[in-house]
């Protein structure tokens, strides 16, 4: 890690990524997140490089090799049949894939906007004509992790 940035990738001050990358608002607390979801919905979380790495890009299926016909993102807006909090709802999104953060130093996550083109392998949304939104910092993340333990029996499945 460098400088002031944490396991998350996320720095205590907002940056530019440079080139052409609109500055975005850095959400600081999970309320925060819950205020924008709750005001706009179709929103979306990746954990990658940043919009800048990714415009003009698509995923990639790691197990099969193919390109995938857009940006693999996380459902935000709660199901319908989600009848806890919704801040319950981002804490485990937030956490689904928090690990992609920890994998490099330079991957961060990020609220976005799009239109869903197609489903990946895990049946996650592609996303095409993306808007980035937000960045999350990492004291989101850590905020997401503390209530997930907390509020959820993680790990369990339908075998036990």
Do not use: N
């Not at 790691?62 to 693999?72: D, K």
Request: contains cysteine; aromatic residues 8%.
């Amino acid at each position: 890690m460098s400088g002031a940035e944490d396991e998350y990738g996320a720095s205590e001050r907002p940056r530019d990524e440079g080139g052409d990358a609109p500055r975005l608002p850095v959400l600081r607390g999970l309320d925060e997140l819950v205020e924008l979801i709750e005001g706009r919905r179709g929103l979306y979380l990746r954990y990658s490089h940043g919009p800048a790495h990714d415009s003009g890009s698509l995923s990639l299926d790691y197990e099969s090799g193919l390109e995938l016909p857009g940006l693999s993102a996380t459902v935000l807006d709660p199901e319908p049949w989600w009848r806890r909090p919704l801040a319950d709802w981002l804490a485990r999104q937030v956490c689904k894939y928090a690990g992609i953060a920890e994998e490099g130093e330079s991957r961060r996550a990020w609220i976005l906007a799009g239109r869903v083109t197609a489903r990946g392998p895990d049946h996650e949304p592609l996303l095409v004509d993306v808007d980035p939104v937000a960045w999350l910092d990492g004291a989101v993340i850590r905020e997401a992790h503390a209530r997930y333990e907390q509020r959820f029996d993680v790990g369990r499945d339908s075998t036990r």
